[in-house]
C-alpha cells in the first residue's frame, strides 16, 4: 500500500519550455503532498508544502511564479517549472502523506530527471 | 545554526556485520526522526520512524536510537547483506504544528561487500 506515482520520470527539452511534473497517489487520499529538488550527492531540499484545495506554501527562497504547484484532489499534484533554463535541471521528487501532521512517513514517487538544454 | 548531519564519507562493511550509520542535528528540537532508504535514481522508501520519548526502535533487521540529551541518532543494519547497499537518509519531523515536513541530511552511503 500507499504507493505514489511520477510521473514523467524523465523530460529533456530546450530552454524556454514549460515543463509539467504529476504526482499521484494509487491506493489512498493524500491531505498533503510535498515537492523536492535533489541535486547529485546532495539531500533532498524541500520545495513547498502542497494542501489540497488551497494555495502551496512554498520554502524560502523558492520562487511560486516560477515552480506553479496545483493540488486539484485528494490524489494528484502537479508541479509545473515555467520558461525552464539549464539551472533548473534536477532530480525532482514529490511525496505524500496521509495527514498534514507530524509522525507520518511520507511515500514518495521515483522522481523525474529534468534536463534542459 | 541549524543544522543535521550525516557523514558524508561511505561507509564500507563485509557481508554480516553490523553497520552503523549516524545522524547528528544542531538547535532543533525534533518530535520525531525519520530514517529512509534511497536507490540511485529512485525516491526515498521509509524505513522506521522513533518518538522523542522512545529510546530505541526496532524492525526486523534494522534498529534505531533516539538520544535527544546528544542530539543524535543511530541507525543499525545487523547482519548486513550486499542487497542492503543504498543511501540512507535520516529525517527530522519537528510535529504536528509544522504539517508534516521533514527536514533530510544528506545522507550516507552504504556498501555491503559479499
Known amino acids: 500500500g500507499a504507493v505514489v506515482s511520477q510521473h514523467p520520470s524523465r523530460v529533456i527539452c530546450k530552454s524556454g519550455t514549460s515543463v509539467k511534473i504529476e504526482c499521484r497517489s494509487l491506493d489512498f487520499q493524500a491531505t498533503t503532498m510535498f515537492w523536492y529538488r535533489q541535486f547529485p550527492k546532495q539531500s533532498l531540499m524541500l520545495m513547498a508544502t502542497s494542501n489540497e484545495g488551497s494555495k502551496a506554501t512554498y520554502e524560502q527562497g523558492v520562487e511560486k511564479d516560477k515552480f506553479l504547484i496545483n493540488h486539484a484532489s485528494l490524489t494528484l499534484s502537479t508541479l509545473t517549472v515555467t520558461s525552464a533554463h539549464p539551472e533548473d535541471s534536477s532530480f525532482y521528487i514529490c511525496?505524500?502523506?496521509?495527514?498534514?501532521?507530524?509522525?507520518?512517513?511520507?511515500?514518495f514517487g521515483d522522481g523525474t530527471r529534468l534536463s534542459i538544454l | 545554526s541549524q543544522k543535521i548531519e550525516q557523514n558524508s564519507e561511505a561507509l564500507n562493511i563485509q557481508e554480516g556485520k553490523t553497520a552503523t550509520l549516524t545522524c547528528n542535528y544542531t538547535?532543533?528540537?525534533?518530535?520525531?526522526l525519520q530514517w529512509y532508504r534511497q536507490d540511485p535514481g529512485r525516491g526515498p522508501v521509509f524505513l522506521l520512524l522513533?518518538?522523542?520519548?522512545?529510546k530505541e526502535k526496532r524492525k526486523e533487521r534494522l534498529k534505531v536510537t533516539f538520544d535527544t540529551t546528544l542530539k543524535q541518532s543511530l541507525f543499525h543494519i545487523t547482519a548486513s547483506q550486499p542487497a542492503d547497499s543504498a543511501t540512507y537518509l535520516c529525517?527530522?519531523?519537528?510535529?504536528?504544528?509544522?504539517?508534516?515536513?521533514?527536514?533530510f541530511g544528506q545522507g550516507t552511503t552504504l556498501q555491503v561487500k559479499p
Open positions: 522513533i518518538r522523542e520519548n522512545e
Open positions: 538547535n532543533y528540537s525534533p518530535a520525531y
Open positions: 529525517a527530522l519531523d519537528l510535529g504536528s504544528s509544522n504539517t508534516g515536513k521533514l527536514i
Open positions: 511525496s505524500a502523506s496521509l495527514k498534514g501532521s507530524g509522525n507520518q512517513p511520507q511515500h
